[in-house]
């Protein structure tokens, strides 16, 4: 309680107010005190030296010629820079298949032989008994006169109906 009746008592704004006036007073007369001196430097005498190592600086920076240096400096843009250029992309990875062209055109059994296809593929025609290979990973599941019935090791299955062209997706080996 005792701290806020001081700063409640006239004798402490008496006291507030004479500081206030008194800095003031001083600040006017500024104690006698000079202003420091502030000239320009003399040319005679020389410039300090950088602290920075400016030599080494070219190792920091990419060579640029100039004629692109000048270009990139004329631009309409004063914020453009080279620093944010993406990098570039990594070549596309060669395909690892291929489409080829397949015509499923009938069969034709022997006396007393399996049945075997008749497929154009591409531009050429194969001849292929159940169960062989047709082309790189396709082999001849199954064929009646409307259909026959293409397979792979894993499972996935292509039918072709007879005089149709489709597109088969193929592995490259």
């Known amino acids: 309680m005792k701290f806020i009746e001081i700063l409640r008592s006239r004798w402490f704004a ?28 003399e040319t005679g005498s020389a410039y300090p030296q950088s602290p920075v190592p400016v030599a080494n600086l070219d190792s920091l920076f990419p060579s640029v010629t100039s004629s692109n240096s000048q270009s990139s400096t004329n631009q309409l843009n004063p914020f453009f820079s080279t620093y944010f250029t993406p990098t570039p992309q990594p070549p596309v990875p060669p395909p690892t298949t291929r489409k080829i062209e397949l015509t499923y055109l009938g069969f034709y059994q022997s006396d007393h032989g399996p049945k075997t296809a008749m497929v154009k593929l591409a531009d050429g025609f194969v001849t292929s008994p159940i169960g062989s290979k047709l082309a790189s990973n396709l082999y001849v599941a ?5 259909s026959l019935l293409l397979t792979n090791p894993s499972a996935q299955t292509n039918l072709l109906t007879v005089n149709t062209k489709k597109e088969i997706e193929v592995p490259l080996h």
């Open 142 to 146: 199954q064929l009646s006169m409307q």
């Open 14 to 41: 008496l006291c507030v107010h004479a500081g206030a006036w008194l800095l003031l007073g001083l600040a006017i007369s500024q104690l006698g005190a000079d202003t420091p001196n502030f000239n320009d430097r």
